[in-house]
């Protein structure tokens, strides 16, 4: 759905000229949910702003929806959405006239139907009359996807869907953005700062940092590749932590082990199943326990070592 | 883009702005009485300099109506650049971009919805010269207001294209006033031109709205077969082309 190689934009402005995105290759298969993530600044939206005709690439090609981004950006058009990470209405308009106008852009069949459908699902209705100005931000976030929607795209690009949005409606969106793949299999491809929203949305993520992609997989994968288990162990007694440390450093499975006050923090590949063995080669060495807890990473550890100090560190 | 499309497309642009004008009550009165204040409140000024030698034959409203009509098109058309620094800011233009729209309507429908509101207000003001005591030919009449009408598609697509290259009120605003304010004093909209002085009248004679003034005011006395109207025809269509085709390519860029 979505194929590019070597996307990239420079900006030149008074400030100097600031290299936003460079070199970017990406894939998205039909029907895929694709999470974007990055830092402030790490040159999404401009990412997405090449990719939806809305920006010339300074280089590199791409094709999207199933045509040329710089020969037939028309063709591309018709066939995505995009909602803008700072949206896209008329604080003097209401929200009704904003979404009629943008069916009739898009000549979408069945107006009325359809946008009275879409502000059932995102819960717009009575709101129609109102200026955009008038609505909460929440409420104005919701105006801006069913615009974005108005026209069932196969292809839809999401800036930061759901920043502003209380738990419930983000719970509805991603809801709904299920079933929009289920019922039309349309593709998404969405950048988002919640990494609960990545993790339970999203079939592939791409990081990305300072213009460039560094790390993608599924949200398991990444955890599996970047971040390890965090096994954490109390000692007995604090003395114990030299011989502990000596015993569990010779273990296969640790890949680092630190010690402070009484605890030794392990980072473990597959944790679950090397536990065991862990206790056991504490038992030989004669290092009694208090407790013991295992970790699973989370997503935000993955973000800190990819895009965080210690990628800078390596670089 | 097929021109069925662009048509159609343009339409839309067009209600959308034209309905926004509408909504806004403040600027549908103050936009109605505005053009009424010169005549009302500058006007009679004028009727005291009719004997001046140099300020052209005819009574003092067929001088003044139709340099106030063409000053309406300058500025009225002029400040529509702001319009469109709001919806950069709001982010409706990119909503707008990314839809399939054609990019030459985006422009035409503002222009249009511009120009609709220019000539409405150019209307009111003739017919409140007229009840104040103008007296001009209805082919004359119609032949001002025709110029009213090309010049302020000019000035409305000029303006849009400053305002696409400024993208910041701070930055548009002072362009805007450096370059109509000169223009509208070397037209001699305010006091005819040949009130000036053989050095200002040469400068004045190097600026496109001299011409379309100077055109107008022979229509409002009836002289449609002169050098002026014909140079003022020629000055105002040129003027036209150009700043539709400025327009037209800037909205069409790519980064636009
Ligand atoms: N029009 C522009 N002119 C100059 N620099 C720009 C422009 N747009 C973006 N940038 C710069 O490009 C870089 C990438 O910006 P971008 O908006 O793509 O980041 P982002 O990943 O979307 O960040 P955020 O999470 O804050 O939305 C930033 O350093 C930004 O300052
Ligand atoms: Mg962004």
């Given at each position: 759905?979505?194929?590019?190689?070597?996307?990239?934009?420079?900006?030149?402005?008074?400030?100097?000229?600031v290299e936003a995105v460079r070199g970017v290759d990406l894939s998205v298969a039909p029907g895929e949910i694709v999470g974007f993530l990055g830092p402030n600044g790490a040159?999404?939206?401009?990412?997405?702003?090449?990719?939806?005709?809305?920006?010339?690439?300074?280089?590199?090609?791409?094709?999207?929806?199933?045509?040329?981004?710089?020969?037939?950006?028309?063709?591309?058009?018709?066939?995505?959405?995009?909602?803008?990470?700072?949206?896209g209405t008329d604080p003097s308009i209401p929200a009704g006239e904003e979404l009629d106008l943008q069916a009739r852009l898009y000549g979408v069949d069945g107006r009325a139907e359809r946008i009275a459908k879409l502000c059932a699902?995102?819960?717009?209705?009575g709101l129609q009359e109102r200026p955009c100005a008038a609505l909460s931000g929440g409420q104005r976030r919701r105006l801006d996807i069913a615009l974005g929607l108005v026209h069932r795209p196969p292809l839809l690009f999401l800036d930061e869907p759901t920043t502003g949005l209380d738990p419930q409606s983000r719970g509805n969106l991603w809801e709904h953005i299920r079933s929009m793949r289920a019922e039309d299999g349309t593709t998404v491809f969405l950048t988002t700062h919640y990494l609960d929203e990545a993790d339970a949305l999203c079939d592939r993520l791409l990081i990305i940092d300072q213009g460039r992609i560094v790390a993608a997989g599924t949200p398991a994968e990444l955890k599996r590749r970047v971040a390890g288990d965090v096994v954490t162990l109390e000692l007995a007694d604090p003395a114990g932590?030299?011989?502990?440390?000596e015993a569990l450093s010779r273990h296969p499975s640790v890949r680092e082990a630190v010690v402070a006050a009484g605890v030794v923090r392990l980072t473990v590949e597959d944790g679950e199943r090397q536990l065991m063995g862990l206790v056991r080669a504490l038992d030989s060495a004669g290092v009694e326990l208090a407790s013991l807890n295992l970790a699973r990473p989370t997503l935000d550890d993955v973000f800190l070592t990819v895009t965080g100090r210690s990628l800078r560190d390596a670089a | 883009m097929s021109l069925g499309r662009t048509a159609a497309d343009t339409r839309l642009v067009f209600g959308r702005y034209l309905r926004q004008t509408l909504r806004s009550k403040v600027a549908v009165v103050f936009g109605a009485v505005q053009p009424l204040l010169y005549l009302v409140l500058f006007g009679p000024l004028l009727s005291r300099l009719v004997d001046v030698r140099g300020f052209g034959a005819g009574n003092a409203w067929q001088v003044f109506v139709p340099g106030v009509l063409i000053q309406l098109g300058l500025f009225g058309a002029g400040f529509v650049g702001f319009g469109l620094i709001g919806d950069l800011r709001s982010g409706v233009?990119?909503?707008?971009?990314?839809?399939?729209?054609?990019?030459?309507?985006?422009?035409?429908?503002?222009?249009?919805?511009?120009?609709?509101?220019?000539?409405?207000?150019?209307?009111?003001?003739?017919?409140?010269?007229?009840?104040?005591?103008?007296?001009?030919?209805?082919?004359?009449?119609?032949?001002?207001?025709?110029?009213?009408?090309?010049?302020?598609?000019?000035?409305?697509?000029?303006?849009y294209v400053l305002a696409m290259a400024t993208r910041s009120e701070d930055a548009f605003a002072p362009l805007l006033s450096a370059v109509t304010l000169p223009l509208m004093l070397l037209s001699g909209i305010l006091l005819p031109m040949s009130l000036a002085p053989g050095w200002l009248d040469v400068v004045s004679r190097c600026t496109p709205f001299r011409y379309v003034v100077d055109a107008t005011r022979a229509a409002f006395l009836g002289d449609y077969a002169t050098a002026a109207v014909a140079e003022g025809a020629l000055v105002a269509a040129v003027l036209l082309v150009v700043s539709v085709w400025l327009g037209a390519r800037r909205f069409r860029a790519e980064n636009a």
């Open positions: 759905m979505i194929e590019a190689r070597g996307l990239a934009r420079t900006f030149t402005g008074k400030h100097g000229t040159g999404k939206t401009t990412t997405l702003r090449m990719l939806t005709t809305l920006l010339a690439p300074t280089a590199g090609t791409a094709t999207v929806a199933g045509h040329d981004l710089r020969a037939d950006p028309g063709e591309v058009r018709r066939r995505i959405g995009y909602v803008a990470q700072g949206g699902r995102l819960e717009l209705e932590a030299a011989p502990a440390r | 233009v990119e909503r707008m971009r990314v839809t399939p729209v054609s990019r030459t309507a985006l422009l035409l429908g503002r222009v249009l919805r511009d120009t609709a509101v220019v000539a409405f207000q150019a209307v009111m003001l003739v017919a409140v010269g007229l009840a104040l005591g103008l007296r001009a030919p209805a082919g004359g009449i119609a032949v001002g207001l025709l110029f009213v009408v090309s010049l302020s598609v000019a000035v409305a697509s000029l303006s």
